[in-house]
């Protein structure tokens, strides 16, 4: 089975621009969270997507949005870049109603 | 709301040595706990899970034990190998409903590194 992919796996903003991440969730797997990992640190839930929708959601701005496609991929999309929004960005699937993730590798974001 | 505290790194042994990380959580409801290990580059793995309280979590010789009345969940490995050397993250899934539906709380992470 194939695991959790993510796109790209580095890239470098500007303050004020906008990105978009891509996820790729594990075979079988139709729930797919998003989390923030400030260096040293521990991850931080952005949101979560089940069945198309946004069903959880942690303490992150609006300018945080994401959406999740029939196939069960995902993409995070930050507006209105700042320089604290730079870190690693973690995609993780699941299955509904099962225990723990699978996380992809991440997407490095350095905002500039 | 939901906290997890890990031990602080970070920890440094010997091939062979006995590792333990602390892990103390505070939640609302009934958690279950997790332990996740991140090699550099890469992604979170999990590495075990326990669902309910006195449930033993383990793989690959490593154990920790669900105690709801210490609220702790202990990494434990009786012989570590230097292949064991990352970064261990202790964790809580609540599966509540409105906006915490979801959601996975984590400790800051604890570095090891085990040397020859």
């Known amino acids: 089975e194939t695991g959790v992919t993510q796109s790209p796996t580095h890239l470098i903003k500007t303050r004020g621009q906008q990105v978009t991440l891509r996820c790729s969730s594990q075979?079988?797997?139709?729930?797919v969270s998003w989390y923030q990992q400030a260096l040293g640190q521990g991850p931080q839930f952005i949101f979560q997507?089940?069945?198309?929708?946004?069903?959880g959601r942690g303490n992150f701005p609006p300018r945080f949005s994401g959406l999740q496609f029939p196939n069960y991929s995902s993409e995070l999309n930050v507006n209105a870049l700042e320089l604290d929004d730079s870190a690693l960005y973690l995609c993780?699937?699941?299955?509904?109603?099962?225990?723990?993730?699978?996380f992809g590798s991440g997407t490095r974001l350095t905002v500039v | 709301g939901n906290s997890v505290t890990q031990m602080e790194g970070p920890v440094t042994l010997s091939e062979e040595a006995f590792l333990t990380i602390n892990c103390t959580y505070t939640?609302?409801?009934?958690?279950?706990l997790f332990w996740y290990v991140q090699y550099p580059g890469e992604g979170l793995q999990l590495l075990l899970k326990?669902?309910?309280?006195?449930d033993k979590g383990s793989n690959k010789g490593f154990e920790a034990t669900y105690r709801k009345e210490t609220t702790s969940f202990h990494l434990e490995k009786g012989s570590v190998q230097v292949s064991d050397s990352a970064v261990y993250f202790c964790?809580?899934?609540?599966?509540?409903?409105?906006?915490?539906?979801?959601?996975?709380?984590f400790g800051d992470g604890t570095t090891l590194t085990v040397k020859p």
């Open positions: 993780a699937s699941s299955s509904q109603g099962s225990e723990g993730y699978t």
């Open positions: 997507y089940y069945r198309e929708e946004e069903n």
């Open positions: 326990a669902t309910k309280a006195d």
């Open positions: 075979s079988g797997h139709n729930t």
């Open positions: 964790a809580l899934s609540d599966q509540g409903s409105g906006t915490n539906a979801g959601k996975s709380t």
């Open positions: 939640a609302t409801g009934y958690p279950s």
